[in-house]
Each structure stands twice: as structure tokens, then as C-alpha cells.
């Protein structure tokens, strides 16, 4: 069982800055790619960026690339999403997710987290 608890969502305006963090549980962080997702309101939940196993490598959704940037800590068992330039269409709910596979597909995670949310005012 992996438990995933996100923060740092908050109010910004549009072209800060914020950094999500979503802590895991368990000794088995390492062995699982990593995921963020986001849900804006009346949205399907929507692909954002996945890193795998050991950081080594990462791919993001093409809304969000050269903008934002996913990363992971084994060690501490925390994964990252750094994002620049927010725009008032990156407002969400983020989550992070666990999977055994790079598949970016909600329906391929393991693991959820209750999300957090990111509010982006013009």
C-alpha cells in the first residue's frame, strides 16, 4: 500500500511560481514511476508530466512543456512539480499518482493522492 499526500497548491497570479511536493509512504517509492495529473472544474481528469523510477526520465503534456518540470527525491520519497508561468488555464486540482508503468493514463495508476488545489487568477 502507498499513500500519497500533495501540497503546495495555493492563489497566484498569472507568470509566478509554484512548487507541489507530494510525499509518499512505504519503501517501495523507487519501484513505482511517478505521476501528475490535473482536473480543472467540468474537466476530465488530464495528463501533466510522469518521471520514472530513478529520475532519469521524464515527459510532460504539450500544455504544460518548458513551463513545468517534474522531479523526485528517492531519499526522501517525495516527487515535485516545479511550475513556472502559470496561466490562468493551468487553474486545477493536481494530483499526483504512483504506477508499476509509464502509461499516462489515469486508468493505469495505482495510487492517488486527495490532490491539491492550484488557483491561477488573470
Known amino acids: 500500500q502507498v499513500q500519497l499526500v500533495e501540497s503546495g497548491g495555493g492563489l497566484v497570479q498569472a507568470g509566478a511560481s509554484l512548487r507541489l511536493s507530494c510525499a509518499t509512504s512505504?519503501?517501495?517509492?523507487?519501484?513505482?514511476?511517478m505521476h501528475w495529473f490535473r482536473q480543472a472544474p467540468g474537466k476530465e481528469r488530464e495528463f501533466v508530466a510522469v518521471i520514472n523510477w530513478s529520475g532519469s526520465a521524464t515527459y510532460y503534456a504539450d500544455s504544460v512543456k518548458g513551463r513545468f518540470s517534474i522531479s523526485r527525491d528517492n531519499a526522501k520519497n517525495t516527487v515535485y512539480l516545479q511550475m513556472n508561468s502559470l496561466k490562468p488555464e493551468d487553474t486545477a486540482v493536481y494530483y499526483c499518482?504512483?504506477?508499476?508503468?509509464?502509461?499516462?493514463?489515469?486508468?493505469?495508476?495505482?495510487?492517488w493522492g486527495q490532490g491539491t488545489q492550484v488557483t491561477v487568477s488573470s
Open positions: 499518482a504512483a504506477s508499476r508503468s509509464l502509461v499516462v493514463l489515469a486508468r493505469a495508476m495505482d495510487y
Open positions: 512505504g519503501r517501495t517509492f523507487s519501484t513505482y514511476a
